[in-house]
Structures are given as C-alpha cells and as structure tokens.
C-alpha cells in the first residue's frame, strides 16, 4: 500500500490508474472496468477476500462520479452511469436473471483502485492484491435513463437516512415489492408465476395491464349493438371495453358505465404484430410462456423475451392496492367452468395477503 501511494504522488507514476467496479447482486458479482489506456480487453484482479480467486472484469463505459469526504453535512451520494448503447451490461444482467434497471435498486456497487502493474500477470502482482481503500455504495434510485446511458443515484453503506427498525419505512402508497418476485427468489409478492387464480375447484387466468385493466382473449370480445349489461365484453371502434353497469351508450372512455379492456391472442411466428406509437396501450398483446406482452415495435416472427427490443410486458402490477385487488379478490363472471374472464365485482371477503404496503418505492 505504502509503495501504491508513494507512485501515484509522483507527478508521472509512469502506471495508469485502473478503476474497478463489482456489482453484487446477492448469489454472485458482475465485474466491470471502464478501459485502459483506450484498450477494452478484459483484464483480471485478485479477489480481496480471498486473494487466490482470480477475476475477470469485462470492459464497459462505466463510471461513478461525485464522490465527496466530509466531516460534516449530508452524505455525498454518487452517480454510478453505464453506457446503455451496448448489450454488454444488458446480456449481463439478464444472464443472472436481472429482468430491468428497477431490479439493481439495493444492490451493492464496489469500486476497487490500483495500478496497471498491480493487476494479475502484470510485474507487480502480489498476494494479497495492492490497492488502494475499497469504496463500497448501495444502489438508491434510477437517476435518469435513455438511449445513452443509465444514471443510478448511490447512497453510502453507512447512510442511515430513513432508516427503520425492523427495516420498514413507510414513505408513499406504493409497493415497494417486485411483481410477482416470490416465484423468482426476488422479492415478497407472492402472486401466482402464470397469474391463475383459483375459485373453487376451477382455475381462472387474471392477467392486468399496469393500470388495472383486464387482458383477455380477443375471442372474447363481441361487437356492441345496441345495450350492454354488466360485465359483458364489447369491442367498438377498434377498441375493448367492459361494461360496468348495464346500458344502451357507445363505450367511450368518458363514460362511467364502461371501462377499457385490452385483447390478446396467442403469439405466433407467422403473424406480424404492430405498435400504436400515438397510444401505446392500444398496441397488440399476445400471451407467451404464461404471460402477456405488449409490442414495442411493428415486427414479425419476434419471439417475447425480456431483453427484447419488439416486446415488454403487457401484464404488469401497477404498484398500488387497486393491483392487489383485481388480482387477489379475483372474481370470475357469472358461468360454470375454468377460465372465465374478470368480473367487475371483487370478493372482498378475500384478505390481501401480507405485503409491502404502505411501500417504500418512490416510483411504480
């Protein structure tokens, strides 16, 4: 360490300073560094717990800015911003089962210092590694996003600020949970993997938009005449309603007596699908491996996966106890038999199972 500081005073240390960061996210570490001197090969450092594991850390634009010491005052809290041009993080991230930037929020980012003569293989590797003090931040928020880079706000590991014992703050009326994050090893909720709920001795599919509308087959829908009566799925003018309260008016979306549904089909390879840019919602929705997706981008023969460009999720909580009703009150419209669609009625006999609300999250 001595020798470390004493070369980087020198006013050419004649070494480049290597940065390195790990991201932790719980069962194992995805290592990155930014470059060397404009070379991006893979380069590789020993592990500072145990210092005959050697790591490899891929090369990605990757940097954290605005760390700060003090004495006083608030803590600092750092950018952590990764290109979001290339799939390195991206292929990353989905090869540990991380579907969204949303999922690193709490996770642990360590940022490692030494010289380029200290890495493995180079002249001054040693045992254990020299380097300089560890920084170690936790994942706070999404700072910002776009087609660029992604921005993630850091809090130190010592930063308190909000904190609760038993560890539950209660900040805002969203939950905090991941959707769906009991069958994943993520998370609380503990909503049914394929969205099926069972009443009875019959097993119905629950799938909703992040606004708490209802996605069901498109087959399902017959076009409105001249009345409606409650619970009966129409199709007018291009779009999906179901009707709340019996009556003779045109579905509209000002109209009380009705709300908006979404249609979905089963995905195949030979259909093309089409994105509505001026409303997104209003886009086609096909159900694959037990979910719904909504397409992103006019395609054919597109596969639905979580890393894809031409599809997202169509069925998606929306954070709020409304999204825990619809699912969890689930009642099915009146008939004998699996698989009916949504009532507008909920059984609120029904308890909500234990969750995150009041959550936590800033954000839905």
């Not at 997706?293 to 031409?310: D, F, I, L, M, Q």
Request: hydrophobic letters at 35%.
């Amino acid at each position: 360490m001595s020798e470390l500081i004493e070369l980087t005073q020198l006013q050419d240390p004649g070494e480049a300073l290597i940065d390195l960061y790990e991201i932790s996210l719980g069962s194992s570490t995805l290592f990155f560094h930014p470059g060397t001197d404009g070379a991006l090969a893979n380069i590789e450092f020993r592990d500072y717990t145990t210092p005959t594991t050697i790591n490899t850390y891929v090369a990605l634009p990757i940097e954290i800015s605005g760390i700060e010491a003090g004495s006083d005052g608030a803590s600092a809290r750092p950018t952590l911003t990764v290109a979001n041009v290339l799939s390195v993080f991206r292929d990353a991230l989905s090869g540990e089962g991380i579907d969204t930037n949303d999922d690193l929020v709490g996770k642990t980012v360590t940022r490692r210092q030494t010289l380029f003569k200290y890495l493995y293989g180079e002249s001054g590797d040693a045992n254990p590694p020299v380097e300089f003090p560890r920084e170690r931040f936790i994942i706070d928020r999404i700072a910002s996003a776009n087609n660029i880079f992604v921005s993630f706000e850091l809090a130190s590991a010592y930063d308190l600020e909000r904190a609760k014992i038993p560890n539950r703050t209660v900040t805002g009326k969203y939950c905090s949970w991941m959707y769906q994050g009991a069958f994943s090893g993520k998370g609380g909720c503990i909503w049914s993997g394929a969205s099926t709920v069972s009443v009875g001795s019959d097993t119905h599919k629950a799938y909703f938009s992040i606004d708490d509308e209802p996605i069901i087959p498109v087959g399902d829908f017959s076009a409105f005449s001249v009345s409606a009566v409650v619970d009966e799925y129409n199709s007018y003018a291009g779009r999906y309603w179901q009707c709340i309260n019996a009556t003779s008016t045109a579905p509209s979306s000002t109209d009380l007596d009705w709300r908006e549904c979404r249609a979905y089909t089963v995905w195949s390879g030979a259909t093309g699908y089409t994105n509505n840019s001026t409303t997104p919602p209003q886009s086609d929705y096909v159900e694959y491996t037990n979910t719904i997706w909504r397409c992103v981008r006019s395609h054919t023969n597109e596969a639905p996966t979580t890393t894809s460009k031409y599809w997202i999720r169509g069925d998606s909580c929306g954070k709020i106890l409304d999204s825990c009703k619809c699912r969890f009150q689930f009642m099915p419209v009146s008939g004998a038999g699996s698989n009916r669609n949504p009532s507008n009625d909920l059984d609120t006999v029904k308890t909500l199972p234990f969750g995150a609300f009041p959550g936590s999250d800033k954000f839905r």
